[in-house]
């Protein structure tokens, strides 16, 4: 089932926590809200579930528009970050809830829960109490919960936010398994970009109320809309630079037109160049432009840490993050075994060449 | 729970504990064994007393009056939560500091506010007149002042339960269907049982324990207006010892009652 956001605004107080924002999820689609914590996502999904109501804006579930509607009647499944289950009823009244509510006939009720429970690998838990249950558990069980009355949508507000790492990786793996064998269309907000690649089939990006970006994982990250996009995703360079003849030059590091995007601003126009730390390369050279500073294995990956001579010159406008005046620090990855990284170690110079940069000119409106 | 990692007890803790149980007994035990005593040496004077009409009048109105008090309470104590807390409004900060006048309020100053309303030239009395009805030296306003004074108490316990637990589990329930009233009923009420006991035990003891409001409201009419406290009163005015010990103990025999009800319901 399709639903359509269009112009959602949300102002509390002084503060517009959600600014005209319009998206669309087709039937079927796992979409991701993401975004830095206090950007408006949450807020975006509880209007969508009619637990806050709009300013302004239209909410349309599956052609029917719902904004007008109370939140038990748009059959919305809704999980919260902290689980909010039901404290005093065992697991199986909680699932069954939904369902007893409308008065679904008892039998009914009871084979629901028993699928329910068997998907959510929780067979007998059903007689247990919520605080018996371990954080996971818990989850899985408001999940069951908001699946039993068969919703039209599924909504998630920071689904693992509330669980340990390692619990979390499992339960981002299944819910994609299970978004995979039930087809609910679903969207959940989370500020973790790993869990919103890993699971979404579309990431939308959030940021101060506004919509950044929708697209797909790849495209959010190779072809970033906006430079809050480019620079929020992935471990990412920002050098401060200069454009001439076609290249952007940062000290004595330049970047060529075949690692640029085609419309490069003017001469002599201030950018910012925002590159991956994947699409650097680096090699022992000494007469490079770089020394390196630090090396660290981080299991498959080398992560090398550099400063970059003559560049980070604060005149040409606001600095990247780090930049001194001996120069701007940079990094890259590399795999374990690379043969990139013979003769790299602390101190060494080194050559750096960027295969693929995006470029934003500085001070200019986003 | 975590009787792993308790101390043990230093010097200084206890002579803190001995000092201590020196003033609760000094406070608490030494006045109640000598009521026990003294009920003791004279029981069948207390029982006679106690099962006059006068006694058993009091009583009863007593009772009557710290039901009544418990079941509007209730009704009002868990709306009144609900709207303070789940609500965002205008006058909401001066209606959560309205509702604590109760307890700064000198009980005796209530009554005379009542009499000033309801008494002989009160500003309602014509109303009431021509209704036919006596508020002032009859029971309505004992209900009424007691009323007043337990007013706080459910309201406070509910309202402090349901900040605590949040409205989360009420706006899943929203989202799976249901409505107000089955949200309330399946979901916030089982949350708020414990404050809504709380609350019901300390209204109960409040109830039964009024005398400022309900003697300057009811005037301690035997058969009428008399409830246990005010028994108490009349009965050492008139030197009636055994009455008044036997009422006094069974007061505090009620109390204690309802204070280890309490305790087992925590647990």
Sequence with gaps: ?366 | MHSARRRRPTGAARVIFVLLCGWLTLLLLVPLAALVVTVARSFSAVVAALTAAEALDALLLSVSVAVACIVLNGIFGVTGALVLIRHRFRARRLLDALVDLPLALSPVMTGLGFLLLYGRSGALRPLLDAAGVQVAFAWPSVLLATLFVTLPFTLREVALVLEEIGDSAEQAAATLGATAWQTFWRVTLPDIRGGLVVGTTLTAARALGEFGAVLVVGGSVANRTQTATTFIHAAIEERQEAAAYGMALLLAATAIGLLFLLQRDRK
Excluded at chain 1, 21 to 49: C, Q, Y
Excluded at chain 1, 160 to 165: E, I, K
Excluded at chain 1, 190 to 209: C, K, P
Excluded at chain 1, 273 to 292: E, H, Q
């Design chain 1, 1 to 366: 089932m399709g639903i359509r956001v269009q112009n959602l605004v949300k102002q509390f107080g002084p503060l517009r926590v959600v600014d005209d924002v319009s998206f669309e999820v087709r039937p079927g689609e796992l979409v991701a809200l993401l975004g830095p914590s206090g950007g408006g996502k949450s807020t975006v999904l509880r209007m969508i579930a009619g637990l806050e109501t709009a300013d302004s804006g239209q909410v349309w579930l599956d052609g029917e528009r719902v904004d007008h509607l109370h939140a038990r009647d748009r059959q919305v499944g809704f999980v919260f970050q902290h689980y909010a289950l039901f404290r005093h009823m065992t697991v199986a009244d909680n699932i069954a809830f939904g369902l007893s509510v409308r008065d679904v006939p008892a039998a009914e009720q009871r084979a629901r829960v028993a699928a329910l429970l068997d998907v959510m690998g929780l067979r007998g838990l059903g007689d247990r109490m919520p605080a018996q249950l371990s954080g996971g558990q818990r989850q899985r069980v408001a999940l069951a919960r908001a699946l039993a009355p068969r919703p039209k949508l599924l909504l998630l507000d920071e689904p693992f936010g509330a669980v340990d790492a390692k619990v979390r990786e499992e339960l981002r793996r299944w819910l994609r398994a299970l978004h995979d064998e039930v087809h609910t269309t679903s969207i959940f907000v989370t500020h973790d970009q790993e869990e919103a690649f890993a699971i979404a089939d579309r990431v939308m990006i959030i940021s101060a109320g506004r919509l950044e970006q929708a697209g797909s994982p790849v495209e959010i990250l190779d072809e970033p809309a906006t430079e809050f996009v480019a620079r929020f995703v992935g471990d990412v360079n920002v050098l401060t630079g200069t454009v001439r003849d076609g290249s952007v030059h940062v000290g004595r590091l330049s970047a060529g037109p075949g690692a640029l995007p085609q419309d490069l601003p003017p001469d002599s126009t201030a950018v910012h160049m925002v590159v991956r730390a994947y699409d650097l390369k680096f090699w022992r050279d000494d007469s490079g432009p770089a020394t390196v500073r630090r090396v660290m294995t981080l299991g498959d990956r080398v992560r090398v840490e550099a400063l970059l001579d003559g560049a980070g010159d604060p005149g040409a406008g606001s600095p990247g993050a780090g930049e001194t005046a001996e120069g701007a620090p940079i990094f890259a990855q590399f795999p374990r075994r690379s043969s990139l990284l013979s003769g790299i170690e602390a101190g060494s110079r080194i050559a750096v060449e960027i295969t693929r940069a995006r470029v934003w000119p500085i001070g200019a409106a986003r």
